[in-house]
């Protein structure tokens, strides 16, 4: 009778040992990152997306340290550490801009554009437009070079494709062609991240 009893018994553990295995082996998988790790790899992306919001480096630097102050006081509690930073300084910036209804953020925002001109600006409306420009900065940060170079020449210094041709060597043609597949691509990261485009 022993034999048997032992002879189950193996079968049962050997059983036992397909079902118990993965979970030991997917668990160091799951495991989060250190806070400070954390800071290392996030700080400059946060920092820029705040500045988008906002406007004012000082007031970004001080976004992002409170986000981070926050995070440390609910890390045990935070499952996805980046995306509770983001939408921490999204909250924080709306915040700020409610407070600071008469800061220089605020007025150049709603005198650059007449649609936004209104006798009391809605900070909701006004943070919804300046996010988008805050995640249209972090995603072009983070463009190859040669791209974001292209960005660069024909919105920031405003010059036409046979300029942009000279400064990089590429023909007219090439400009129109990778700036066309830049902004194509921009754009689909945009509404992939729930912010709308002029293309719908």
């Known amino acids: 009778m022993e034999p048997s009893t032992s002879s189950a018994t ?10 118990l295995s993965p979970t030991r082996q997917t668990k160091p998988m799951e495991e989060k990152p250190t806070l400070h790790q954390v800071f290392a790899v996030e700080e400059s992306p946060l920092l820029r997306f705040a500045y988008g919001l906002t406007g004012q480096r000082e007031a970004a630097e001080d976004l992002v340290q409170d986000a981070f102050l926050r995070l440390h006081k609910h890390w045990d509690e935070v499952e996805n550490p980046r995306a509770w ?3 921490s300084i999204r909250n924080l910036a709306l915040n700020y801009l409610r ?10 925002t709603t005198q650059t554009g007449e649609e936004w001109e209104t006798k009391s600006p809605d900070p909701e409306a006004i943070l919804g437009r300046l996010e988008a420009i805050g995640t249209l900065r972090l995603l072009i940060a983070e463009l190859p070079e040669p791209d974001k170079t292209l960005i660069s020449l024909k919105y920031s210094q405003d010059l036409k494709y046979d300029q942009i041709a000279t400064h990089t060597n590429l023909t007219v043609s090439n400009v129109g062609y990778k700036l066309h597949h830049t902004l194509k691509s921009l754009a689909a990261s945009l509404r992939h991240l729930g912010i709308e485009t002029s293309e719908g």
Not at 99 to 108: A, F, G, I, R
Request: charged share 20%; proline share 4%; net charge positive.
């Open 85 to 87: 930073l983001f939408r």
């Open 10 to 19: 193996a079968r049962q553990m050997a059983g036992a040992i397909p079902v």
């Open 99 to 108: 407070d600071n209804k008469c800061s220089t953020s605020l007025e150049t």
